[in-house]
């Protein structure tokens, strides 16, 4: 009997023992695990309503980077109500969810990105408290480094597939660009810059515009994309023997346009901070000035805001007006400043659906594309008829009354019927605040955005955007 006790005893103390190594051991390899590894948090309290409407992408090839040009607070409400966003960075870089990453959010808007247009169905977007041309905080790089890290790897994305929306956004036809464009903002435009992306731990770029390289694009501000495409600078002899300086001295451009350092030298003899650059002439683009002038025009400043109630025009004679309430665009007096809205929130929203009059004539709303076989015309005189440029004359056309809609750069299918649901024209477009149903009984176009999944109306045309 007393082998017997003893031999329990010791079995159990071999099983106590087993289970508080394994309680002290377990604990002990989490904690080990490196810092930088551990998930990135997020901030639920500006989660989005709008993510029970929002469908899951498909496919998932980019991410996008955008600033809020605006104050963080007045950004956040306005992301989260409408859903613009996947995450915001705040300046102390804390990040917030808005939309599920997995499912749709409406950053990108009218895009266009080696051919493929539509981003918001296959990008990621994260806005950043903060505006286009200034610098953004140590702190939001260093969140958004690790995030980006993470989102690259749960999608597996290139680090060239990591882009500034001003990159991706293009405007068709205005009273200033005749044809479809880049360069119709300028959001998250520094992001672009080598040293920049290195911060980002981003070691490629593209190092040119594919759509505008082939054709599908014009490039409409040069300023611009001088800072999207610009080159990493030769390393230098570092001045000081004290600075931690990664050193890019070898770049390799690829047959895709992108380039990949291949020699990233990093020296370490103190801990002073991090150096990115390395040149005796440090990167400064200066952007020209904000006065209305010979061939710089209010589109050349303010760009899609160029009409926006924010925006505020100050005339050489003193008196002021909103871009909402200036008329006569072509006539603005030289001298004039233009003061671009910055204000509570974030970017316009795109505005796809334009009127004639409202928005200029028939020719400034659709330029080049007067004729194009995606260019759909309402006339407001003829209730539930539309025309499609391609079987028109310009004459007709320029007979359209004021009040007419007009769509550019647009698809159109249907009528929608059971047998021929929304969903198999255009797919996950159908509720794009940019996707709009023309029912031809009432003679009215509704958008996608305020459109009922259960409520889809049989007899209506889908337009969305090619
Ligand atoms: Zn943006």
Known sequence: MGRLKQFFRCYWSIILFAISAHLFFLPQELVAAPTNNKPVFVIKSYRSPKNVTRKYRRVTKFIILHTTEGSARGALEKLSKNGECHYMVDKDGKIYTIIDKNRIAYHAGVSMWNGQTGLDSMSIGIEIAGYH?????????????????????????????VLTHSMVAYGNPNRWQK????????????????????????????????????GRLVDADTELSKIL????????????????????????????????????????????????????????FKL?????????SAWDIARDLYNSADTIYHFPDGSTKTGKEVKKWKSMPEGTRVEIGGGEGSEN?????MEIG?????????????????????????????????????????????????????????????????????????????????????GTLTSGADMDEKNIPTGAYVFYQE
């Open 358 to 442: 409202k928005d200029g004539s028939v020719h400034d709303i659709t330029g080049d594309e007067i004729l194009a076989g995606t260019t759909f015309y309402f006339p407001s005189n003829k209730k539930g008829y539309y025309l499609r440029g391609s079987q028109q004359t310009i004459k007709k056309l320029e007979a359209l009354p004021e009040g007419s809609f007009v769509l550019v750069g647009y698809k159109v299918g249907g009528p929608i019927s059971s047998k021929k649901p929304v969903f198999n024209i255009c797919g996950l477009k159908w509720n794009m605040p940019d996707t709009y149903y023309f029912n031809s009984k009432k």
């Open 133 to 161: 041309d200034k610098e953004i905080t140590k702190a939001q790089y260093e969140s958004l480094r690790r995030l980006i890290s993470e989102l690259k790897t749960t999608y597996a994305i290139s680090d060239d597939r």
């Open 288 to 296: 020209p000035s904000n006065i209305i002038g010979p061939g710089r």
């Open 349 to 353: 929203p795109d505005v796809t659906l």
């Open 179 to 214: 044809r479809k464009h880049r360069g119709r903002k300028r959001c998250g435009m520094l992001l672009a810059k080598p040293e920049n992306r290195l911060k980002l731990g981003l070691k490629s770029k593209p190092l040119f515009d594919p759509d505008v390289r082939a």
């Open 229 to 284: 495409y610009s080159r990493p600078k030769k390393a230098s002899t570092p001045k000081t023997q004290k600075e931690t300086i990664p050193v890019v001295d070898k770049t390799v451009v690829q047959p895709s346009g992108s380039y990949v350092v291949t020699n990233q030298v990093t020296q370490t003899k103190s801990q002073t901070p991090v150096v990115l650059t390395t040149t005796t002439q440090p990167f400064v």
